[in-house]
C-alpha cells in the first residue's frame, strides 16, 4: 500500500465513498454489476487499498447521485 493512500483526506475521501453507496442502498455487489467491475475492486475502494482516478470517481458520483465535491472535504 502506497504512502499517498493512508494520508488522513484519503481515509476521508474513502469513508464518503461507502457512505454515499450505504445512503442510496447498495451493496458492493450490486455497484460492482452496475460499474462493470469485480466486487472485489469496491471493496478495496472502499478500504483504501485501490487508488480512485477522477475518471472513475465520476462513475462513482453519477451512480451514488452525488456531485464530486461530496467526496473531497
Known amino acids: 500500500m502506497g504512502k ?3 494520508i488522513k483526506e484519503y ?3 474513502v469513508k464518503s465513498l461507502r ?4 445512503e442510496i442502498g447498495l451493496t ?4 460492482a454489476k ?16 485501490q487508488r480512485i482516478d ?4 465520476n ?3 453519477k451512480l451514488y447521485k452525488k456531485e464530486l465535491n461530496y467526496f473531497i472535504k
Do not use: D, H, N
Not at 19 to 22: F, G, K, L, S, T
Not at 34 to 49: N, T
Not at 54 to 57: A, F, I, N, S
Open 4 to 6: 499517498s493512500i493512508r
Open 34 to 49: 452496475k460499474l462493470k467491475r469485480p466486487q472485489s475492486y469496491i471493496s478495496k475502494c472502499e478500504a483504501g487499498e
Open 28 to 31: 458492493q455487489v450490486e455497484v
Open 19 to 22: 457512505q454515499a453507496r450505504e
Open 11 to 13: 481515509g476521508v475521501f
Open 54 to 57: 477522477v475518471v472513475e470517481l
Open 59 to 61: 462513475k462513482f458520483a
